[in-house]
């Protein structure tokens, strides 16, 4: 694991990822992750091809590990119809839809419960909010990994699916979860339980606009009454006043 101590009162501030953070960027995830990343995977982080980063360093440290990271998160932006969730997304033909993906998130251990990570994820959900044809930020989770669950729950995330098998490590298969952010009115297609419920709204809409007709039509009736010539009309109209009243209420 990384020697790095956490200062008693951090100064933490969230920064780009750029190439001077190569070497911790990948000692980081080595002491972190059970997956092997290439050397591709970091030059693409820390140049910024196609991938989008932020890290957290502590300010309070001395000299120059003041700047040293001490957590970070990557995503990249892909197309919704390249992806796990395309078809958990509502079609909308104005716009082809991208989403944000987060390839990696991680704190080193003497950091956390300091709420960098949460910061770091909404750091990411605030980015995908600015790119209009995104819909949502989603990852993947490891099936035994019930800390990041807990985490990911917390921040609102939709756990949408379980994908058997999906990840392969050291000679052994584990599952994934798929969790949602919905971002810029993104949504889930309608389930049956959905149009059920809008079928329901407009059928009470409905009623209460045949019921205000209604209204509408009787009162225009009873304003004429009072136009008949007739003195037989007038004492009807009388009377029918009267019945309705005596009950406490007005009837129609």
């Known amino acids: 694991m990384v020697g790095i101590k956490a200062a008693h009162h951090p100064a933490i501030v969230y920064r780009p990822i750029g190439p001077s953070d190569l070497g911790i960027l990948e000692q980081i995830h080595c002491d972190l992750f059970p997956i092997r990343y290439e050397s591709e995977f970091f030059l693409n982080v820390v140049h910024g091809r196609e991938i989008v980063s932020w890290g957290a360093v502590d300010r ?3 000299g120059n590990q003041s700047d040293e990271l001490i957590g970070f998160v990557t995503a990249r932006i892909v197309l919704a119809d390249d992806s796990e969730i395309g078809d958990m997304l509502r079609y909308d033909s104005r716009t082809d839809q991208t989403l944000v993906y987060i390839l990696t998130l ?5 950091y956390r419960n300091h709420g960098i990570a949460t910061s770091l994820t909404r750091e990411v959900i605030k980015y995908a909010s600015t790119i209009p044809s995104c819909r949502a930020v989603y990852l993947h989770v490891i099936a035994y990994n019930r800390t990041a669950i807990c985490f990911y729950k917390k921040l609102s995330f939709q756990c949408v699916r379980r994908l058997r098998d999906f990840y392969y490590i050291k000679g052994q ?9 919905y971002v810029n009115g993104g949504q889930s297609p309608c389930s049956p339980l959905d149009i059920v419920a809008a079928v329901a709204t407009y059928m009470r809409s409905l009623c209460k606009s045949l019921v205000a007709r209604l209204w509408r039509n009787e009162d225009k009736n009873i304003l004429r009454w009072p136009k008949c010539k007739d003195t037989s009309c007038l004492l ?3 009377s029918k006043r009267n019945l309705t009243t005596e009950g406490g209420c007005q009837c129609v």
């Not at 991680?106 to 003497?110: A, C, D, K, P, T």
């Open 173 to 181: 298969h584990y599952d994934s979860y798929l969790f949602v952010y």
């Open 236 to 238: 009807v109209n009388q």
């Open 106 to 110: 991680g704190v080193v251990e003497s």
């Open 60 to 62: 309070s440290r001395p």
